[in-house]
């Protein structure tokens, strides 16, 4: 669309929102979220296909001088939990196996596109009451935290920094 061609254009730099998440809302959502946490299958074919677009988009904005940053990411932790996506649950162990095959997804961009200079996961703790959970029905935005809603971190904090320093700059 011209429109976001010259806001690009007018822009020093363009931030991006990256998630490995097809649909947002509702149960559908969660389905998705679990899937992608408990299918490697189809967590390699949708990361397959993101590197792609991700790859078109990054050249792309190279070409045209742009730094680019990833301004929020992160993998969701919760799956469904029965007919009410109030029920949904985590499952750490599935999730940690994610975060480690995106983070390496993430480490690929970072090192195939000099002009992506930043990642920043979003957010510190999984949020009922974020907003786009309670007037958007998102409910997968709820479980996007390195901690739970409590504030308790979802894996040790070694686990969490070697995954996490895949994305750090060296």
């Known amino acids: 669309r011209p429109e976001i061609q010259d806001l690009i254009e007018a822009s020093d730099f363009v931030s991006l929102n990256l998630y490995p998440i097809l649909r ?98 979003f957010e510190w703790s999984d949020n009922p009451e974020h907003p786009m959970v309670r007037h958007k029905g998102l409910a997968v935005h709820g479980g996007l935290g390195l901690a739970d809603m409590n504030g308790k971190l979802k894996a040790p904090v070694r686990v969490l920094r070697r995954l996490l320093r895949k994305v750090l700059p060296s």
């Open 24 to 121: 947002w809302r509702g149960k559908r959502g969660l389905e998705d979220s679990a899937r992608f946490l408990h299918d490697g299958d189809f967590r390699g074919v949708l990361l397959e296909h993101l590197r792609s677009d991700m790859d078109d988009l990054l050249v792309a904005l190279s070409a045209r001088g742009k730094t680019v940053i990833l301004g929020e990411t992160g993998v969701p932790s919760l799956t469904p939990g029965g007919a009410s996506t109030a029920k949904a649950s985590h499952d750490i162990q599935a999730w940690l196996g994610a975060l480690d095959d995106w983070t390496d997804f993430l480490r690929g961009l970072l090192k195939d596109h000099p002009c992506l200079q930043a990642v920043f996961f």
